[in-house]
């Protein structure tokens, strides 16, 4: 009897959740060729087909609609299993900076889990904007952060491409114009500069119908229909919605989120990077 390759299952996962091969291709980080060959590997393992045509892309056969419950159980023990080895003897304390699309969606299942397996390890958690939070890891006042990525840097430990998405009220925008309204965050923001350097590539007009320097402003102006916005898949939830194709709007880039360690991190925020690095990297 072969055995389940933890890899595979998470590509796996990563299909099931992202809903395609090239969503599942840049949530574990490898080309779509190699995602194709591990699903066939898997497949050769079940000894069944996997995956099968649907419309323009593939869907789940009944044995991977199977699958997906015993995959997210296997991984689950996996975690468990690594967690509480690692945790066994570790101390100390642990500060960790995150932006909020990460405290809000991914993060806290983990820092549960991570917290049980180390009961002695005291976890700081600090909300903030990239900038911010990347100063604070180059000052020490961090051991740990996650943070927009805007060119590789010697401190990351594990990098999580997502793709960017238009979102908007599920109602729809309050009013039709002619230039697109966007609801921005307040500069320097990378979804900011991604949004504004696709439509003037794609010359089309638009206008800054509202400005936040918080997650929190945007996500009110987006569900009031006062605008759209450019996020990640986790930003989509609460009455927010991928906007319709009707819309015609440019694409937009991938977005890259670095989980990096402070000079000084000691081996429990290593530890707790590298499971950050690996859970949060599957769409939840």
């Not at 003037?200 to 916005?229: E, H």
């Not at 707790?272 to 990297?281: D, K, P, Y």
């Amino acid at each position: 009897m072969e055995t389940f390759d933890p890899d595979l299952l998470k590509t796996f996962l990563a299909f099931v959740d992202g809903g395609s091969l090239a969503k599942a291709a840049s949530a574990v980080g490898r080309s779509p060729s190699a995602v194709t060959a591990q699903m066939q590997r898997l497949e050769e393992i079940v000894g069944e087909p996997l995956l099968s045509p649907q419309g323009r892309g593939r869907g789940l056969t009944p044995a991977g609609e199977d699958l997906v419950g015993h995959a997210r159980r296997i991984l689950a023990v996996h975690t468990e299993a690594w967690l509480a080895l690692k945790g066994a003897r570790a101390g100390g304390r642990i500060a960790i900076g995150t932006t909020q699309d990460f405290a809000d969606h991914g993060l806290p299942d983990l820092l549960r889990a991570f917290a049980v397996s180390h009961p002695r390890v005291r976890i700081e958690l600090r909300v903030g904007r990239s900038l911010e939070l990347g100063s604070a890891l180059q000052g020490g006042q961090l051991d740990l952060a996650i943070t927009m990525r805007n060119a590789p840097s010697p401190d990351e430990a594990a990098v999580i491409s997502e793709p960017m998405l238009w979102l908007c009220s599920e109602k729809g925008l309050a009013t039709r114009q002619e230039a697109v309204p966007l609801a921005l965050l307040d500069p320097y923001c990378g979804f900011r500069e991604a949004a504004l350097n696709a439509f003037d590539a794609a010359g089309r007009r638009y206008r800054i119908a509202a400005g936040s320097a918080s997650l929190a402003g945007l996500r009110t102006a987006v569900n009031a229909g006062i605008a759209l916005t450019p996020r990640t898949r986790r930003f989509a939830h609460s009455g927010i919605v991928e906007v319709s194709s009707e819309f015609d709007l440019p694409p937009l880039p991938v977005a890259d989120f670095a989980i990096r360690l402070g000079r000084e991190a000691a081996r429990a925020a290593r530890d707790l990077a590298e499971l950050l690095g690996s859970g949060l990297a599957l769409p939840s």
